[in-house]
């Protein structure tokens, strides 16, 4: 910890005064004397109160509670606590040293505290991008009882943060998953279309049980009416597939579209991991970059957060034919692969179909991209100017160019979403649970 010595702004503006005294003093005499008076009192009171703020050697102790881990896009709590030592009470100002990612370079909170009192400072940040964030020293500045000296305290407090993609909302939609009420977080519940195969056990015949599934052998065994229970595929493989590339840089809400497609994969691996599914990770640019094998180990889990949390980009033009041959060599057994990416011309996905046809072939792929907002509030706005009705129809045609991508892609047998960064999640898991539903894996 150190300290500092500083003159408050009323002690400069007491002087200025002074000097004014004194130089009116030079057309009235008597004057002078009142403004040595008031130099005097205001060594004084400069004194006296720089005597209290320094009479104890650590008259404030400040330390920050941070965790190791933030959670990008969300609220992460900062918490700092400080203890006032002195005997009377103070007021203090106080700067905290953030991460240069946040470029807050006007943080600064005041507050007041009781004599020998511990105060809790509780403020929050929102991490707009993944990495290692570096939050450095705590400074003080503690102001005396007559509020002409400050002093200031600073303590070392050096703290590195990794941030993660958004395991706040894997928590949730983890909860709500365990405890089978996901439609708490606006996902459907679908219909069941005939039944599973995967036989779980045989039980006793209740009121609505289906009377084809009766078990005639285990029914004369117990004297009882016996049906046989099934239950949901499980060990299914899930791949997440994110696309890296230069499309997906477009900004919303603070969050590239990379991070948003990073969230939801993270959340819908933990539901699929939930389910008894295998998830897995592929990420790809210009080459492939990451491919994490789908399992269902107790350690699986870890391991997507790891490889999601180190996925960097130059958003590049990126090359769906190697990740088709990928693909075919290392993804043996069929399975529901998620791609998340993006279009903004019918152009842009024509170029790609090949590819995907290609992918579709051999698993259920299901091809996730993003609904402009810009364009969707340039429609829904009235046009009151001949610019604003070009606007207006221009963006009424790319609007409904995204929409014709969709029917281009079920007209190949590729089942996809078209939807808004921010309903991302939730539509991703609510198709994958419909297709499970429907055994379309």
């Known amino acids: 910890m150190t300290k500092s010595f500083y003159l408050n702004n009323l002690v400069y503006y007491i002087a200025g005064g002074a000097a004014v005294v004194f130089v009116a003093s030079y057309f009235e005499p008597a004057l002078y004397r009142i ?15 720089a005597l209290l703020v320094y009479s104890n050697k650590r008259g404030i102790d400040a330390k920050r509670e941070v965790t190791d881990r933030f959670s990008i896009g969300d609220p992460n709590k900062v918490k700092i606590y400080l203890n006032n030592a002195y005997g ?33 400072l509780e403020y929050s940040l929102t991490p707009s991008s993944r990495g290692e964030y570096v939050f450095h020293d705590i400074n003080v500045y503690v102001h005396g009882p007559l509020q002409l000296v400050k002093r200031r ?13 958004s395991y706040v909302q894997m928590r949730r939609y983890q909860l709500l998953a365990v405890s089978n009420r996901l439609q708490e977080a606006g996902v459907k519940k679908i219909r069941k279309i005939g039944h599973s195969m995967e036989f779980e056990q045989i039980k006793e015949y209740v009121r609505g049980d289906d009377y084809r599934t009766i078990n005639w052998k285990a029914t004369a065994r117990k004297d009882a009416l016996m049906v046989n229970n099934y239950t949901d595929e499980r060990s299914q493989q899930i791949y997440c597939l994110i696309n890296k590339g230069r499309v997906m840089k477009m900004p919303f809400h603070g969050l590239t579209l990379l991070d948003h497609a990073v969230n939801a994969s993270l959340v819908l691996s933990n539901v699929a991991l939930v389910k008894q599914d295998k998830a897995g990770i592929i990420t790809f640019e210009k080459n492939l970059d990451t491919f994490l094998t789908a399992d269902k180990k107790s350690t699986q889990m870890n391991l997507i957060l790891e490889t999601l949390y180190r996925q960097k980009t130059d958003f590049l033009e990126s090359d769906f034919e190697k990740l088709f041959s990928v693909i075919r060599n290392r993804v043996t057994n069929r399975s529901l692969l998620i791609l998340f990416t993006n279009f ?30 810009e364009l969707k509030s340039l429609v829904e ?33 590729i089942p996809s979403i078209l939807t808004t960064p921010e309903n991302l999640t939730v539509n991703t898991v609510n198709k994958y649970l419909e297709l499970k539903t429907r055994m379309s894996i």
């Open 381 to 413: 706005k009235s046009a009151s100017s001949l610019e604003e009705i070009y606007m207006k129809t221009i963006a009424e045609k790319f609007a409904f160019e995204k929409r014709l991508m969709v029917k281009e892609l079920h007209k190949h047998g």
């Open 344 to 373: 903004e011309s019918m152009e842009s996905l024509q170029r790609e179909m090949a590819a995907l046809k290609k992918i579709a072939k051999y698993h259920l792929l299901l091809v996730v991209f993003f609904e402009n907002t």
């Open 153 to 165: 305290y600073i303590f070392p407090a050096e703290k590195t943060v990794k941030v993660y993609p």
């Open 88 to 120: 009377f009470a103070i007021r203090a100002s106080i700067i905290d040293e953030l991460p240069v990612q946040f470029q807050e370079r006007k943080w600064i909170r005041r507050v007041s505290i009781s004599r020998e009192e511990e105060y809790i």
């Open 35 to 49: 403004g040595g008076v008031i130099l005097l009192l205001l060594a004084i009171a400069v004194a006296v109160d």
